[in-house]
């Protein structure tokens, strides 16, 4: 019995770790007056920093369909370079999937979220139809 105890410690402290890298994150998508007005959408994020990997469901809607979509680096309202690349969604508003990035960025985005931003890119828009900042 002592020994299933011990073990069972042992395995909680070294699972808990590995528990601990995983950050959930999410943006609000929304147009602007200099793009997509109507345009609106939503990506939830589950970070790995262990893994360097961000997976993530994103959903748009009332937009052209999409050719492009990233995670930028940028605060509210400045527009940033992409440092994500994260497929587009498809002809019915929906992407899902996981993404590797460089460790440096992935520590800077679970640290500072609000400095990122989800920015899905259109025909009409190349600019961007709509984005949204990263928040906890």
């Given amino acids: 019995m002592n020994r299933l105890v011990l073990a069972l410690a042992a395995f909680s402290l070294c699972a808990a770790p590995a528990l601990a890298q995983e950050t959930k994150l999410a943006a609000h998508l929304m147009g602007s007056a200099t793009s997509d007005a109507d345009g609106m959408g939503h990506a939830n994020f589950k970070v790995d920093a262990a893994k360097n990997q961000i997976c993530y469901d994103l959903s748009v809607e009332k937009i052209a369909p999409?050719?492009?979509?990233?995670?930028?680096?940028?605060?509210?309202?400045?527009?940033?370079?992409p440092v994500v690349t994260l497929d587009k969604p498809g002809a019915d508003g929906k992407s899902k999937g996981c993404a590797t990035a460089a460790p440096d960025v992935v520590k800077d985005i679970v640290a500072n979220p609000a400095n990122y931003y989800v920015n899905v890119h259109n025909a009409d828009f190349g600019g961007g139809a709509i984005r949204g900042q990263l928040s906890k």
């Fill in 66 to 81: 999409a050719t492009m979509a990233h995670i930028h680096k940028g605060a509210a309202g400045a527009s940033g370079p």
